[in-house]
T-cell receptor, first 114, second 111 residues
């Protein structure tokens, strides 16, 4: 069965420090992979996506993610975190036959210390 | 460019009441879906539609009904609200091969 695991429920980093949020998936075919961010009381905003091609993808707000097929991972990174990055981050897998169904991870809540 | 619009934003229901959460998109997307978000559980798929007149169940469909009479609208009906349906509900739309766009959510409390 398809699944997405985000092993870190909470992460706290200092402003200016680097960040890596982990995401592992289980899916039998080539996945479409996404990272979304949710600020408190808001909807979900797409940070970046991977469909095919270059395994290192760039997104908005200075985020990037790397698809590693051998590790079934799609970790999100940012070299220097800003206080405004505090939010909840969701990794998602889309079915490659249409992407109309997504499986979400349980989310990682990021706290940024000034 | 409205994207995906959900109404209402907040709702309080009494146990046993019924209501409809509205979702509309103006991007002519074929695919629409409803998710619920609960603490520590991420987003779980309730129902989805691949086009007008076609719907199917997701992971947690019990207690909910949907219909898709037009491309633009995909309402979610709670038949008899229960406290377990207290949640934040998100509607999403997408076209094949593209990321989903999400509405701002409906926060529902059932008392």
């Amino acid at each position: 069965a398809q699944s997405v695991t985000q092993p870190d429920i909470h992460i706290t980093v200092s402003e200016g420090a680097s960040l890596e949020l982990r995401c592992n998936y289980s899916y039998g075919a080539t996945p479409y992979l996404f990272w979304y961010v949710q600020s408190p009381g808001q909807g979900l905003q797409l940070l970046l996506k991977y469909f095919s091609g270059d395994t290192l993808v760039q997104g908005i707000k200075g985020f990037e993610a790397e698809f590693k097929r051998s590790q079934s991972s799609f970790n999100l990174r940012k070299p220097s975190v800003h206080w405004s990055d505090a939010a909840e981050y969701f990794c998602a897998v889309g079915y490659s036959s249409g992407t109309y169904k997504y499986i979400f991870g349980t989310g990682t809540r990021l706290k940024v210390l000034a | 460019n409205a994207g995906v619009t959900q109404t209402p934003k907040f709702q309080v229901l009494k146990t046993g009441q019924s209501m409809t959460l509205q979702c509309a998109q103006d991007m002519n997307h074929e695919y629409m879906s409803w998710y619920r978000q609960d603490p520590g559980m991420g987003l779980r798929l309730i129902h989805y539609s691949v086009g007008a007149g076609i719907t199917d169940q997701g992971e947690v469909p019990n207690g909910y009904n949907v219909s898709r009479s037009t491309t633009e609208d995909f309402p979610l009906r709670l038949l008899s609200a229960a406290p377990s349906q207290t949640s934040v509900y998100f509607c999403a739309s997408t076209q094949g091969g593209r990321p989903a766009f999400f509405g701002q959510g409906t926060r529902l409390t059932v008392v």
